[in-house]
């Protein structure tokens, strides 16, 4: 598919009647912002799957964002049916994502994740003509609203101790939600080991995590909350102790012997205190 301005032209305008920044319009067709902003900016080529999710979340015809001399009519004006909460693309990474936390990545089928969204195989390759296409949606979903939860989180922690605290606090699989998430991750990384691309969306999405923690922790250096550490040193050993703990809680069964949420919470704030802590 060659680059052509027009198309980006019509993205622009799409995204400017749909009434959000540009990043957030990234997140609703699952495309790594950075991308769109190519595309956008004549650097890179629109796959014909982007521009169909574009035109499903948009409410526009695909033909219309190639090309064609029809003008859409208004997202708002155009009857849908049935359309899903967020648009189909959204639909269908929210299906796979809970599919992949109940039986696992390789056990879900392309006809699972259609008959979770009622609607044909063909859509979901309209959408996402492969499964790692779908793979990387679906970690670049859990991504975003893992990111989105952790912000939220601390928006009105009292100070950094009671930041990291939170932090912690979000990580440890205590309810079924919690449960459910860890799996998908666990999941998620075992690919991330096979899939380059995947592997490139793992190592960002932990790059931004740990620089989240090592932040939180630099400033509570410079409060006198926390004793003097190398932030980024600090967060590494956290975050991998949060990770090799909650698979820990994780292969226990509930209620029975092996590492509990409580042990894990118990162990995280020990290790927070003895290395951290200012006395």
Known sequence: MQHDPEVADRVRKVIADAGVTQREFARRIVMDPSKLSRSLGGTRRFTAAELARIADTGGVDAGWLLGAARTPEPASRRERVAAPEGGRPLQIVRETVRLIAERGFHAVRVQDIAAACDTSTAAIHYHFPGRDDLLEAAVRWCMDEDTARRAA?????????????????????????QRWQWSVWLDLWAEAARSTAVGRLHADYYRQWRTTVADVIRRGVAEGVFRLADPGAAALRLTALIDGLATQVLASAPDGPG?????????????????????
């Open 259 to 279: 590492t509990s949420p409580d042990d894990m919470h118990e162990a995280l704030v020990a290790y927070v205190d003895a290395t951290l802590t200012a006395r």
């Open 153 to 177: 989180r601390i928006a009105d922690a009292a100070d950094t101790a009671d930041e990291l605290r939170q932090l912690i606090e979000l990580q440890i699989p205590r309810t079924p939600q």
